[in-house]
């Protein structure tokens, strides 16, 4: 019992960290309707803006304090009016991939100014501490938890009795009537940045000094519990994120109680789901308050799609086919193939994402579900590989589909941080089942790649084999979308309140829309498995997922020739810029941003 | 912004970053270097792996130039970063394989990066020494695929050992990575420790991503072990370290060699106090190899070398070696890893490799506790193999 008090504090102190993330999180998205993947570096950014105080300056705490939140402040000032405000009017799509861009960014130059080894960050807070249970409580946790909700506190009162504060909810609520009355929408917006990246910024401080240890790494893991936190307790609902975050910390600590310490996180993403499907407003929403959701049809840009021609696309197709006996350098083939693979869960992606509006941000699980299949039933029962590739495909289109199925009712932000959890879910399931898969010892000696028993061998041959796969997936595709499925489809993602009116039932053509794409990715993970000879739990993992959307928005939602095009730049861009050694990334980033900026449609425009 | 600028840009940076890893004085080595391919993280979670390797290489590459060289030409290496990442290892892989300057690859880091670029190496007949990639199957890729590091079969007895034999714990609560490393090493350990006759009470595997291990302890702390054994690297065992303190948990620590790190002092502080780990060296180690390392990296970096310094210095010499008795085209290393004999290492103290396993065993192993906040030889214990 005496363990359960433990278990019962733990899961509180947990909690409490989070909720420092989740806070500033839920007044982001409040206001701007807007996941801040940027989040967690501004939180990264103020962990070492700390340690350049305390530790380089010799700076007291309270001077630190000042300091560090001045620089988030700072810094939340420059994302929004450098990084947001220009694509004022674009389609929510391309402020999300905005703050991609920007954590890119930031990381990088964290990683660059401080380098990438873990630093201490001492304090002496955490020296003084208290009898609590049969652990102790230290004084920082106080302090931590003092900070939650004190801002909570002080967002509170300026939300709800300050002039700015009612500008900031009748933005919330409704961002057009309020600049009819007369708000000045951009300054909420800013002070909006300006107050939750304070907040991020103290609590990368905060949590710096907690665990005594900062690193450049620290940002995408912080970001993606902050985001869970808030979505169980309902985006955008400041006192609900706090208590999201303490009920996910709960979860958490009684799942390791239950079920061991590896299982932690899969109940945290469990938890997500679960609220998700049968609460989509959070658990701490009212049940009368509308989902906080753009108007349909506005998350995603219509713009007029810049179409090649049959043949155009048949004469570079020729050309790219006839590469190899030109220019046979193995490198280039590479990573050609890599392009070709990654072409393919663009494909797959921008049907589901584009073509159908539903963007997932978990569908590098479906590149494993395909990997770990077609690995399997070659490795387990010997079937020949170009068999057992095709098999994947049919598996991944199924599994993919019955995971994601109870979460086809959610729309928008919903629906991408359900898929996101599912992706986690998956990662985690494959590092756990060891029966199966395992574990993290992986699957190892994969039978190569190969054909009808000829195995291919060149790298020549491994491009051919990618291409051919990609173009017979790719006219299936421009098949489905000029057929009245794909109409369908998008009349759907335009308007599903009309579509469904229209004796449309939405589960269905969803279901088939989300098979069809599995299957192009179960394809893809199958080729790559293949290729590597071996993979684990960590071969497809999350940064795949956010590629994957980064090469869908690059190349126009919904656009095939776009999302071949994306994916030959955004494979092909790292290995360019591979001369900048250390500076690849950052450079990486910052095309990005330029190329949200000035072509927000995509390149291709959304079909 | 113009394409112009942008290729200045990228110009500049290589040029500096050419010149970074230049050697420092390479007199006597002179004219077309031989060049090593290093696929690695300089970037992405990884990177301060890649940033520890480096360090060690040019220090390796600054005493072999300094030398003479490889048969009177420089050694160098080219850095290729792919983020630890297969995807991008696949490619750097590939561009090794066609640049003829290439005479042998070292890395990856992690074994999903380097056994997926395996295949590639393997066909192309270019040794890819895969100097920290544990993974039982990682030599398996074929028979271009050798490696240096230190294989669990032989670490985790002697780990056991000394929690078991001389420290005398019976109830041992096993804190792994959940990695393929981690796992390995597990359950290594647990054979070699139930052998020497404890018990394993608790068993928790962790990702490397988890910072809080407040509940998992509470957990251990249940199954009343009376010690911890850490399967982790150094800064997670400082994270646990510290929280073990903050629980009131007053259990003897053990951790694997991987904790070997200032860095573990630098981020536990008070709460590693006491911990047990073992290393491949020590600093006061009498060995001229060991004092001969020491010594120049604290005279180049400032600060003590870790374990992925130790790595990188040792592969570079032992590679060094190798080429200067048996050539350095690409099958002449390939050739000389299976005859080449005794080779001076910090690690291992004289390497040699099975051919069999083309793995070395029969690394050096010191026992050391943390004691007024540095490492120091656990009485009693001196170096053995």
Do not use: C
């Amino acid at each position: 019992m005496a363990s359960w008090i433990d278990y019962t504090i733990n899961g509180l102190i947990i909690g409490n960290i989070y909720a420092l993330l989740a806070v500033g999180l839920a007044l982001i998205f409040g206001v701007s309707r807007l996941i801040n993947f940027a989040h967690g570096s501004v939180y990264l950014v103020g962990a070492y803006a700390g340690f350049v105080a305390t530790t380089m300056l010799g700076l007291p705490l309270p001077v630190t304090f000042v300091l560090v939140v001045a620089v988030g402040a700072l810094l939340g000032l420059v994302i929004e009016r450098f990084g947001l405000r220009p694509l004022q009017g674009y389609a929510h799509i391309a402020p999300l991939l905005a703050t991609i861009g920007i954590s890119f960014v930031l990381d990088q130059l964290v990683q660059l100014t401080f380098a990438a080894t873990p630093r201490a960050l001492p304090s002496d807070l955490l020296d003084k501490r208290f009898q609590l249970g049969s652990g102790t409580i230290g004084a920082l946790d106080l302090v931590i938890a003092a900070v939650g909700l004190t801002s909570a506190g002080l967002l509170y009162y300026f939300l709800r009795f300050t002039q700015l504060g009612w500008a900031v909810r009748a933005t919330a609520q409704d961002r057009d009537a309020a600049q009819q009355m007369g708000v000045d929408v951009n300054a909420v917006n800013r002070t909006v940045f300006v107050i939750a990246s304070g907040l991020g910024a103290v609590s990368g401080l905060l949590v710096g000094m907690y665990y005594n240890y900062i690193d450049p790494a620290m940002s995408f893991q912080a970001t993606l519990k902050g985001v869970v936190a808030q979505v169980v307790g309902g985006v955008g609902n400041v006192p609900g994120a706090i208590a999201g975050s303490l009920l996910l910390g709960l979860v958490e600590s009684y799942g390791i109680a239950l079920f061991g310490t590896s299982y932690r996180n899969l109940f945290a993403f469990v938890l997500l789901v679960v609220v998700l499907v049968l609460r989509p407003n959070g658990l701490f929403a009212s049940a009368r308050q509308t989902p906080p959701e753009p108007m349909t049809g506005t998350f995603i840009a219509p713009s007029k799609p810049f179409a090649l021609s049959p043949r155009v696309l048949i004469g570079i197709t020729i050309a790219l086919a006839l590469l190899p006996a030109v220019y046979p350098d193995p490198y280039i083939m590479q990573t050609f193939s890599n392009a070709w693979l990654y072409g393919m869960l663009g494909l797959s992606l921008t049907l589901i994402a584009g073509t159908v509006g539903m963007i997932s941000l978990g569908h590098a699980a479906l590149l494993a579900i395909g990997g770990y299949a077609s690995a399997l039933l070659a490795l387990n029962f010997g079937i020949p590989v170009g068999f057992t590739i095709l098999l994947a495909g049919v598996i991944t289109a199924a599994l993919g589909t019955i995971l994601v199925f109870p979460s086809f009712r959610l729309r928008g932000h919903y629906f991408s941080i359900a898929t996101l959890a599912v992706g986690e879910i998956v990662s985690l399931v494959i590092l756990n089942w060891e029966g199966l898969t395992r574990g993290p010892i992986g699957l190892s000696a994969i039978p190569p790649l190969s054909l009808f028993g000829v195995e291919l061998e060149s790298a020549q041959s491994v491009y051919w084999f990618t291409l051919a796969v990609l173009v017979v997936l790719a006219l299936l595709q421009f098949r489905l979308l000029s057929s009245h499925l794909g109409r369908v489809l998008r009349a759907m993602r335009d308007d599903d309140v009309a579509a469904r009116s229209y004796g449309i039932r939405l589960d269905r053509y969803k279901a088939l829309a989300f098979a069809f794409g599995s299957f192009a990715a179960g394809i893809s993970g199958g080729i790559t498995a293949h290729l590597y000879s071996y993979i684990n739990h960590e071969t497809f993992n999350a940064q795949l997922s956010i590629l994957a959307l980064t090469i869908v928005i690059l190349g126009g939602m919904g656009n095939v020739t776009g999302a071949v095009v994306g994916s030959v730049l955004l494979i092909g861009l790292p290995e360019v810029f591979r001369v900048a050694a250390e500076y690849r990334v950052l450079i990486y980033g910052v095309v990005l941003l330029l190329l949200v900026r000035f072509r927000p449609q995509g390149l291709f425009g959304t079909v | 912004m113009s394409v112009f600028n942008r290729r200045q840009f990228v110009g500049g940076s290589a040029a500096l970053l050419a010149a970074a890893s230049l050697p420092a004085h390479a007199e006597p080595a002179k004219g077309e270097p031989v060049t090593m391919g290093v696929s690695g993280p300089l970037t992405g979670p990884n990177a301060q792996y890649g940033t520890q390797w480096k360090q060690g290489f040019d220090l390796a590459l600054d005493q072999i130039n300094a030398a003479g060289g490889i048969k009177g030409r420089p050694l160098a290496y080219v850095f290729e970063d792919s983020q630890s990442d297969p995807r991008q290892a696949v490619a750097v892989a590939q561009k090794f394989v066609a640049d003829k300057k290439i005479v042998v690859e070292l890395g990856d880091f992690a074994s999903p990066a380097s056994m997926a670029a395996s295949p590639i190496y393997q066909k192309a007949k270019l040794v890819q020494f895969g100097f920290t990639n544990s993974h039982p199957d990682f030599t398996k890729g074929g028979d271009y695929m050798w490696s240096n590091s230190v294989s669990q079969a032989d670490e985790q007895p002697l780990s056991a050992a000394y929690a078991v034999k001389t420290l005398g714990l019976k109830k041992i609560a096993v804190l792994h990575l959940n990695t393929d490393w981690g796992r390995t090493s597990k359950d290594i350990f647990i054979k070699a420790a139930k052998d020497y006759g404890a018990e394993i009470v608790a068993v928790e595997g962790y990702i490397p991503d988890e910072k809080d291990f407040r509940s998992t302890l509470v957990r251990v702390r249940d199954a009343k072990p009376d010690g911890l054994m850490l399967l982790s690297y150094y800064s997670d065992a400082a994270l646990i370290a510290r929280q073990v303190k903050q629980a009131g948990i007053k259990l003897p620590l053990v951790a694997a060699s991987s904790v070997y790190s200032p860095k573990l002092i630098e981020l536990g502080g008070e709460s590693v106090e006491g911990l047990f780990t073992a290393s491949r060296y020590f600093p006061d180690d009498p060995r001229p190899t060991v004092k001969s390392f020491v010594a120049a990296f604290k005279a180049k970096y400032n600060k003590e070398p870790d374990a992925f310094n130790a790595y990188a210095y040792d592969t570079v010499i032992l590679m060094g070696q190798v080429m200067n008795q048996f050539g350095f085209e690409r099958e002449q290393i390939h050739q000389g890893l299976a005859k080449v004999k005794d080779v001076p290492s910090v690690i291992f103290g004289k390497a040699t490799f099975d051919t069999a396993t083309r793995r070395v065993s029969g690394a050096m192993n010191v026992e050391l506790v943390v004691k007024d906040g540095r490492f120091q030889l656990h009485e009693g214990s001196i170096a053995t193999r």
